[in-house]
């Protein structure tokens, strides 16, 4: 208390220049129109910017929280969709039927959220790493999407962590199809563009057109009819008797951030099946 007093006596011509200052300020905009129009402007552009800045700051450290609420909200619309399609399509023989959405049986697909945490680029062997793995429900041979379409195939996966083979990467095959065609090809990626890959062994009178859309078609990883990219031109082909195409990805692998790594609860049955039946 005494060391206060003893500050405040030392300090006392400073302590009465402020409030003289302070005083003459008030009787100025007290009593003077126009100067207490600017301090009023002033006081509201600063009161506002503040606002913003703050509301700024805010925005800033809840946006990864509210990202991880609409990609995990994202997941759980693509399960009910693919539930509601595959009712849709148990009933198109019958015809149109109503139900509810509580009728609808568990879906076969399961959407697992996931971050990108790493991204590699190395020539022909890219890969990329997600923050989830077995502890999420995150297994190797589960295909991977982004909102705009497909990514890759889950390689391998640790407890908390996963490494995804992508599209541009040498040693990945999906078999795929023009959208509005029947025949499928095998889509790979030669290396040369981190944009384009290659829909091969397609036969040679498939009518195409620049701007056609590519889709998912026989695989036990990925659902049918899943969005890989459009054609963006002819290829050249490796055998005279197939046609080559180059395939726009609609993944953008140079700003992927989030994914989702499909669970399909009927992929160790048939797997399981299929192997069987080679022995």
Known sequence: MRNLLNFIIRSSSWLYAIVLVAFGFYLVFSHNSYQRSVYLTSANTITGWLYNTSSSVRTYFYLSKNNKELLERNAKLESELYALKALLHREDSLGTTAFALDSVKPAQFRFIPAEVSNMSFSAMNNYMTLNKGLADGVKPDMGVISQRGVVGVVFKASEHFSVVIPIINAKFRLSAKLKNSENYG???????????????????HEVYQEGDTVLTSFSRIFPKGLVIGVVSGQAKSQNDSFNSFDVKLATNFYTIQDVLVIDDSYYSEQNQLEQSTRQ
Do not use: F, R, T
């Not at 095998?186 to 040679?204: F, I, R, V």
């Open 186 to 204: 095998s889509l790979s990626w030669d290396g040369s563009d981190m944009y384009k890959a290659q829909l091969q062994e397609l036969p040679k």
